[in-house]
Every structure is written in structure tokens, then in C-alpha cells.
């Protein structure tokens, strides 16, 4: 049954591959944990002799010997445990690691729908909690099944060697002991899965009500967050509480059997040496087998729990690595970045509806390109697929001259800096967040701050661009942010520039000043806008139309403006009556 449950968790891939790397620690480390079992047995060996001596002869240098015996094997088990533990649990550490930054990475690489899909307390709970406990299970979890292992055989070995019915008097109920212990393993798996789940949960609502305390507070909803807090930490304890009972209810029948068996061996064994079939020493000896077999017992429930838990949070695992990747392609285009699409329909996974519905466009290298309608039109969409965090379908959606979907991700989105609409920065300093992914210099540093009209809030902030802007930037304004972003975007020097609404929170004349600077940029770039202030576009190149996933329009501010349709729609409705009439 150990053996089974253990066999679960040796399947992780990153587990075997860690072992074939680092074989010789692992081997040197199992020869020390054979080593020191085996010679454990020692001790009650030369015992039962010195008692024998003591009792049958008294002699005095014999018992001396016996004793500088129990002491020199004392020193060298001393010794191999204090390697066993170097090795296997140093080996365990490191491929804990290597499993935590493996499934990093993989998280990394997840497509958005599979990100949505987890909560994201949930998800840090998994990647931090998770690889931890299956490292109990491979690391001190399977050194001490195995110490057990080799401790039982040479005890066990001894033990038939002193009294073969002894032996069988003392292990008949540990064999008792296997049958009553299944039911509680099962019960201890199902607990030890649904203890992580909840604790995923509970991390997830505290990490939502801090990400959302600004919210929380203007609504004054703070009695009702800590409900449910408290609701999901109830829950937590009585989790943990029935596993606690279940893991109770294991160790205390290997107590009540191990006892049972000690007295089955007081009787039998005691009988045994008044019959003088057995001398005082064999007993003594034979006893102190039956302890180092007792607290392996003992241990018996605290590592079968650990590879429990170990199973059970490596099943959570794979299921984070099954969640779907995104695709990587492998080429990359040197032509200049033409955007094209070709009666591109896509509908995202699991909607009824297509989102886009056979788009066609030209858009030619060094453009700059507005994208508006209302909202859910599609415009959002269309910038998720040039960059595919979704995959359009194939033959559809080209860069360069070359289908989105054989582009390596890698290069496909060096080629285009991206502004989406949530402004997002890490909690670090200004000048760490616009260089993020950046080497650039001092110089254009200042040119991206002036061009993102971001230079000026410097002088309000207090270190300037080293001021730290707290966790998603949360001392900064709404519009600073926005402008971060795209002051980050800019060192990119990225031939595409993609901007999803990214100035919604400035006002109209720094927009149309940010948007004049964009236009005039050297070298000229692909500039797609998606945006709802018609009056940054005046100057556009081209304008895409988009209604209800369709593209109903295209050409430029004064050519749409001819013509009744959306867009005249759209601007009329807008603050710029007076730049409608005047065209009238």
C-alpha cells in the first residue's frame, strides 16, 4: 500500500529528471541511509551480549568491549545520518526548485483563458504551497519509508535469527495493522485535496479584497468582505480539522498495535526465559529489535500522510499543466510590417456568437491607423489577435507577409510594443517600470517621457522618476499611468505600435498632443489606436469603422465625414459639433 502511494508521485517529470542529474548525490545519500539502518541494529546486538556477560560470567573486560562497541557504532550511524540528510533532503530542496521555476514558467505561457479560469490567489497558493508538499513526499517522505524499509529487514532479519515464534508473536498485529489503516489513507487523500482547494479559496478572497480595497471602502462594504473571509476560513478549520482527526485516529491505532504487540512479547518472551529457552541477553536483544520496528511504525503515519498530500497536490499541478499553452510557431519576416486581414471571423472559446466577422485590410508599413465603434464592436479583439494572446484562425491574420500563426511568439511580439487597456505596473520605481524590458539610455528615457507628455508630472512626484509608484502603481493618478505604460511602450522601438484606449484617462489636449507626437516619431512606426475621442484621429492615415464585429467603414477623418454612416454618427456624438458643421 506505501508502496503504491508512493509510486504516485516518482511519475513527476521533473522529479526523474533531477535524479538523473544529480544520480551520484542520490546514490551516495541511499548508501549512507543503508548504512546507518543496518548498523542501528547494532546497538541492541551488543546489549543483549553485554547483558549475557554480565549475568553468565561477570566479566568486567568483556562488558568494556561490549559497551566501546555500542559507542564506536553509535559514532558512524551518527555520521551516516548526518550525510543521508545532506544529500536527500539538499536533493529534494534543489528540485523543489527546479519544479516551483518549471511551473512558473509553464504559468507564463498559459493562454488568457486559462489564466481567467483560476483565481488569482488560488494560483499563487498552487505554485507556492503546492510544489512544497510534494517535496515532503519525495524528499523526507521517501527517505524515511526507505529508512523504515531497510531498518525493518535488518531488524526483522535479526529478530527470526533470536526466535522465530517470537517474531511471529510480535508481527502478527502489525499485519492487523495494514488492514485497519486503509480506510483512514483514503479518508487522509480526500481531506489532504480538499484542504488545498480551500486554501486556495481563502487566499483568492483575501487577495481580491486587498486588490479591490479602494472599492471596498467607497462602497463601505468592509463588514461583508470580512464575512467572507471568515466564512472561507470556517471552512478552512473544519478542512483541517477532520484531517487532523484522521491522521490522529492513524497514529493512535499504530500506538495501540505496537503496544499490543509489546505485550504479546512480555508474555511470550517472559515465559520463554523462565523456561531458560531463551537467555536474558536474546531477550533483551530481541526487545530492542521489536522498539526499532515500533517507531518506524510510529513514523509510518506521519510519511504515508506525506505522500498523501504529496499525491494529492501533484494531481492539482497537473492540472495547472494541462490548462491549454500558447501555440509558438518558428519563423520570423524581415519585410516591412504590412498588416493584413483577410475575411478574418473569430469567436472566442465557449461564445455562441463570433466576436469578428469577415474583416478584410491593407494596412501599409509606417501608417498610422484608428480603430473605433462602440464598445464590444471587436476593436480589443483584433489587437488580442495581432498579438496572439488568442490564435485567429489560420490564413486569416498576416504580419510582414507571413500568417500571425508560423511567426515565432517571440519575435512576433518584439515586433509590436503594445498599450492595453489596463494600465498595469509593478510595485517598483517609475524609471523600473518604463525601462521594464528596456536598456536604454538616459537620453531616450527623457524622449519617451517627453513624447508620453510625462515629463512635466515629474517635478509632483517626490524623487522625480525614481519616485516608488506601490503595488500597480497605486500612487499614481489614472492618467499617469496610462502614460507610464506608454512611455514603456515607446522604448521598445518596436516597428508596430499597438494602443488599446491607453490615454482614456487624460484630458482631450494631452491626448491630441501625445497622439501629434506619435505621428511625427523617428523612424515612423505602424501605429494602430483603438480609441473613443474621434479628435485624436483627425490626422490618422486610415480609419477602420467597426460595428457589431463587423468592419463597416474605412478611409480617412475627412473622407468618412462625407459620407453618412457610423462614424458621422459616432462624431456627432461626440464634443466636435462644430468641426461637423463646419465641414457641412
Not at 501625445?514 to 473613443?532: D, E, F, G, K
Amino acid at each position: 500500500m506505501a508502496a503504491l502511494t508512493v509510486f504516485q508521485f516518482l511519475r513527476e517529470k521533473t522529479l526523474r529528471a533531477s535524479a538523473r542529474a544529480r544520480w551520484h548525490q542520490l546514490a551516495t545519500g541511499a548508501l549512507c541511509l543503508l548504512l546507518r539502518n543496518t548498523l542501528a541494529v547494532a546497538a541492541p546486538y551488543f546489549t543483549g551480549h553485554a547483558v549475557d556477560v554480565v549475568v553468565q560470567h561477570g566479566e568486567r573486560s568483556e562488558l568494556q568491549r561490549m559497551l566501546l562497541m555500542v559507542l564506536a557504532f553509535a559514532a558512524v550511524t551518527a555520521t551516516c545520518q548526518w550525510w543521508m540528510r545532506w544529500l536527500l533532503i539538499g536533493w529534494s530542496r534543489h528540485t523543489e526548485r527546479d519544479m516551483r521555476s518549471g511551473l512558473f514558467r509553464n504559468m507564463l505561457h498559459l493562454q488568457l483563458q486559462g489564466l481567467r479560469s483560476l483565481r488569482r490567489g488560488e494560483l499563487l497558493t498552487r505554485l507556492t504551497s503546492a510544489p512544497e508538499s510534494v517535496r515532503m513526499g519525495y524528499g523526507p517522505g521517501l527517505m524515511h519509508a526507505l529508512g523504515t524499509a531497510a531498518l525493518g529487514c535488518a531488524a526483522l532479519g535479526l529478530m527470526i535469527s533470536t526466535s522465530p515464534l517470537l517474531t511471529l508473536v510480535a508481527i502478527a498485529p502489525m499485519l492487523t495493522l495494514f488492514v485497519t489503516l486503509r480506510p483512514i489513507l483514503h479518508r487522509i487523500h480526500l481531506h489532504s485535496t480538499e484542504l488545498q482547494e480551500v486554501q486556495g479559496l481563502l487566499a483568492a478572497e483575501a487577495q481580491e479584497t486587498f486588490s479591490g480595497m479602494r472599492v471596498v471602502k467607497t462602497l463601505g462594504r468592509e463588514s461583508q468582505r470580512l464575512a467572507g473571509f471568515a466564512a472561507a476560513s470556517q471552512r478552512l478549520q473544519a478542512v483541517s480539522l477532520r484531517l487532523v482527526r484522521q491522521r490522529a485516529l492513524f497514529s493512535g491505532c499504530i500506538e495501540l498495535f505496537a503496544g499490543i504487540a509489546l505485550v504479546l512479547i512480555f508474555v511470550f518472551g517472559g515465559r520463554a526465559v523462565l523456561q531458560q529457552e531463551l537467555s536474558i541477553g536474546a531477550f533483551t536483544a530481541f526487545s530492542g529489535y521489536l522498539n526499532l520496528l515500533v517507531w518506524p511504525m510510529i513514523a509510518l503515519g506521519w510519511t504515508l500522510g506525506l505522500f498523501q498530500s504529496a499525491d494529492a497536490n501533484l494531481a492539482l499541478l497537473e492540472k495547472l499543466r494541462a490548462l491549454p499553452q500558447e501555440g509558438s510557431g518558428g519563423n520570423k519576416s524581415s519585410a516591412p510590417p504590412i498588416i493584413e486581414a483577410r475575411k478574418l471571423s473569430f469567436r472566442y472559446p465557449d461564445a455562441t456568437t463570433d466576436v469578428l466577422q469577415d474583416i478584410s485590410f491593407c494596412l501599409s508599413a509606417g501608417s498610422t491607423v484608428g480603430i473605433v465603434g462602440r464598445m464590444g464592436s471587436g476593436k480589443s479583439t483584433l489587437l488580442l489577435l495581432l498579438l496572439r494572446l488568442h490564435d485567429p484562425p489560420r490564413g486569416t491574420l498576416f504580419v510582414g507577409g507571413m500568417d500571425v500563426l508560423d511567426w515565432s511568439l517571440a519575435d512576433l511580439r518584439q515586433t509590436m510594443a503594445v498599450v492595453l487597456q489596463e494600465s498595469f505596473l509593478f510595485s517598483d520605481t517609475l524609471r523600473a517600470n518604463i525601462l521594464f524590458g528596456s536598456s536604454a539610455s538616459e537620453e531616450r528615457l527623457q524622449a519617451a517621457l517627453q513624447t508620453s507628455c510625462l515629463l512635466g508630472d515629474l517635478a509632483h512626484l517626490p524623487h522625480g522618476v525614481d519616485t516608488e509608484v506601490g503595488e500597480r502603481g497605486v500612487t499614481l493618478s489614472g492618467g499617469q499611468r496610462q502614460r507610464a505604460c506608454l512611455a514603456r511602450a515607446l522604448l521598445q522601438e518596436a516597428p508596430v505600435l499597438l494602443l488599446d484606449d491607453p490615454l482614456s484617462a487624460v484630458d482631450a489636449e494631452t491626448e491630441a498632443n501625445i497622439c501629434a507626437s506619435l505621428q511625427t516619431a523617428v523612424p515612423p512606426r505602424t501605429t494602430l489606436i483603438v480609441t473613443h475621442r474621434l479628435h485624436a484621429l483627425t490626422a490618422a492615415d486610415n480609419i477602420l469603422v467597426f460595428e457589431a464585429g463587423a468592419l463597416v467603414q474605412q478611409g480617412t477623418h475627412a473622407q468618412l465625414l462625407t459620407v453618412a454612416g457610423p462614424y458621422r454618427r459616432l462624431w456627432r456624438a461626440s464634443d466636435d459639433l462644430s468641426a461637423v458643421e463646419a465641414v457641412s
